[in-house]
């Protein structure tokens, strides 16, 4: 009797070890799912980069994407690139920052600076799913250096020194 019972609780241990691992393994590949299905969600990631203004005396932004400009003290120009992925993961994005996708081009001629993106066909196909870019842009502009947007003058809106709110004329 002995015999049969310790044959029944082994197999009844082998059993418990069995269940144990297959609930282990389910559980993984239930995270391992749920993990790659959010990284497919949306995505940020901001670039600079540094352009010296030392004998710049205009900067014309050529940019197709939402644009803030801001002045500072400082002696270069500073952009700021945000892009925000949809449908892809971190490494289509460090992927494609990488291959320069983002980068600003710089022209310049005679004091004048032109910035703009490459030329990029918008909406990218990675494994069968259509990934989308939201590209804005911030760039940092020194005070002295006179600013243009496709080849417009930039108005900078007034403000009232006392509280910083735009002053209506």
Excluded: C
Excluded at 121 to 143: A, C, D, M, N, S
């Amino acid at each position: 009797m002995l015999r049969y019972m310790s044959l029944y609780l082994g197999k009844q241990q082998h059993f418990s070890t069995k269940s144990l691992s297959m609930r282990i393994y389910t559980l993984t590949i239930s995270l391992l799912l749920i993990t790659a299905q959010l990284s497919y969600g949306q995505l940020k990631r901001t670039t600079n980069q540094s352009i010296t203004a030392n004998k710049v005396a205009s900067v014309d932004i050529e940019f197709d994407y939402e644009t803030e400009i801001e002045r500072w003290p400082g002696g270069h120009i500073q952009i700021q690139t945000t892009i925000e992925m949809t449908n892809g993961n971190r490494n289509i994005l460090e992927s494609l920052i990488k291959e320069k996708r983002y980068e600003v081009l710089i022209k310049e001629n005679a004091g004048k600076l032109t910035l703009n993106y490459k030329e990029f066909k918008q909406g990218l196909r990675v494994g069968g799913y259509e990934v989308f870019e939201h590209i804005t842009v911030k760039v940092f502009v020194p005070e002295e250096v006179q600013i243009s947007i496709n080849g417009t003058a930039y108005q900078e809106a007034k403000t009232d020194d006392a509280d910083g709110l735009a002053k209506s004329n």
